[in-house]
């Protein structure tokens, strides 16, 4: 990527993470009835699969995309699930705020469901975290990118948090090693470039090449994906020292990544959720998204 590139796409992931930090709004006013399942959806915000299922964490709720592309709610909670990840074992872990005259605090925690999104249950955190990046290692430990505090914090069992880090990041990878150097390798998207801790979280150093990424997503020690802030996929190999790039998301600027394996790759862009069978080179739309008023 070249220097203007380079600075363009900085720019761009900039203002993203302005729009996403702290200081966002998290009032939860957009109106419910813009996801009317026959509409399409904007802000999304995660992505993740069970078993051939697709699962669309959005700012009025999680749905699943029916056969005709048209998206359909997952249980009644139309909750803005911020940060959401689907645990290897089928878990699902997100964060996020209530729908609006909802009851309970305005942060939610972190809040899990094990019947793939038809209930959830409060694990911690609430009135006091809203996570907008949630990952898991090979050994269940929990990462999460507080947005409240501007910080990683990292759990064992969902409960009980540690500290980490205080950094101003976009979205975060764990390494899926689960022995050797690459264990407790924890990956963070900046405006800067990605960064890298070795140390599970407690510091990161600086950005490991002038590639500004948006999105990452570690699904095989050789195989990291990540969607730049115009929407080229890119593959690392060696933990994002270096980048090759594999194709140009369609539907515009990304707004979630996930790898499923070093084949299945999802991702939302402007107009839709995608998914690709061959490793991100072609992919095919599962859903319809309507681009909200502000962009994001």
Same mark, same amino acid.
């Given at each position: 990527?070249?220097?203007?590139?380079?600075?363009?796409? &900085?720019?761009?992931l900039?203002l993203?993470?302005? =729009?996403?930090?702290?200081?966002?709004?998290?009032t939860?006013? =957009?109106?419910?009835?813009n996801?009317?399942?026959?509409?399409?959806?904007?802000?999304?915000?995660?992505?993740g699969?069970?078993?051939?299922t697709?699962?669309v964490a959005?700012?009025?709720?999680?749905? @699943? *995309?029916?056969?005709?592309?048209?998206p @359909?709610?997952?249980?009644?909670r139309?909750d803005?699930?911020m940060?959401?990840?689907?645990?290897?074992?089928?878990?699902?872990?997100?964060?996020?705020?209530?729908?609006?005259?909802?009851?309970?605090?305005?942060d939610?925690?972190?809040i899990?469901?094990?019947?793939?999104?038809?209930? %959830?249950?409060?694990r911690s955190?609430?009135?006091?975290?809203d996570?907008?990046?949630?990952? @898991? &290692?090979?050994?269940?430990?929990?990462?999460?990118?507080?947005a409240?505090?501007?910080?990683?914090?990292?759990?064992?069992?969902g409960?009980? %948090?540690?500290?980490?880090?205080?950094?101003?990041?976009?979205d975060i990878?764990?390494? *899926?090693?689960?022995?050797?150097? &690459?264990?407790? @390798?924890?990956?963070?998207?900046?405006?800067?470039?990605?960064?890298?801790?070795?140390?599970?979280?407690?510091?990161?150093?600086?950005?490991?090449?002038p590639?500004?990424?948006?999105?990452?997503s %570690?699904?095989?020690?050789?195989?990291l994906?990540?969607?730049? *802030?115009?929407?080229?996929?890119?593959?690392?190999?060696?933990?994002?020292?270096?980048w090759?790039?594999v194709?140009?998301?369609?539907g515009?600027?990304?707004?979630?990544?996930?790898?499923v394996d070093?084949?299945?790759?999802?991702?939302?862009?402007?107009?839709?959720?995608?998914?690709?069978?061959?490793?991100?080179r072609?992919?095919?739309?599962?859903?319809a998204?309507?681009?909200?008023?502000?962009?994001?």
């Amino acid at each position: 990527m070249n220097k203007h590139l380079t600075a363009l796409a &900085a720019a761009v992931l900039a203002l993203t993470l302005s =729009a996403c930090g702290p200081s966002a709004d998290r009032t939860g006013s =957009a109106d419910p009835a813009n996801a009317a399942e026959g509409a399409g959806l904007g802000h999304i915000h995660g992505l993740g699969a069970s078993g051939s299922t697709v699962y669309v964490a959005t700012h009025q709720g999680v749905y @699943t *995309p029916a056969a005709n592309g048209r998206p @359909t709610l997952v249980g009644t909670r139309k909750d803005d699930f911020m940060g959401f990840t689907v645990t290897p074992e089928g878990t699902f872990l997100a964060s996020g705020h209530p729908a609006p005259g909802g009851d309970g605090p305005a942060d939610l925690g972190l809040i899990e469901s094990t019947d793939r999104g038809a209930t %959830w249950t409060t694990r911690s955190l609430a009135g006091e975290v809203d996570f907008h990046a949630l990952d @898991t &290692a090979p050994d269940a430990t929990v990462y999460g990118y507080d947005a409240t505090n501007g910080r990683l914090r990292v759990s064992r069992d969902g409960v009980a %948090w540690e500290d980490r880090a205080a950094l101003r990041a976009l979205d975060i990878a764990v390494s *899926p090693a689960t022995g050797g150097k &690459a264990a407790g @390798t924890v990956l963070a998207t900046t405006e800067q470039g990605v960064v890298r801790s070795t140390d599970d979280g407690r510091t990161f150093g600086a950005p490991l090449s002038p590639q500004v990424v948006a999105y990452v997503s %570690w699904a095989a020690p050789d195989a990291l994906f990540g969607a730049d *802030p115009s929407g080229t996929l890119l593959r690392s190999a060696d933990g994002g020292a270096s980048w090759t790039r594999v194709s140009r998301l369609p539907g515009g600027a990304p707004q979630a990544l996930t790898a499923v394996d070093g084949r299945r790759v999802l991702a939302a862009t402007t107009d839709g959720v995608y998914e690709s069978s061959d490793g991100g080179r072609t992919f095919v739309r599962r859903m319809a998204v309507a681009s909200a008023a502000d962009g994001h």
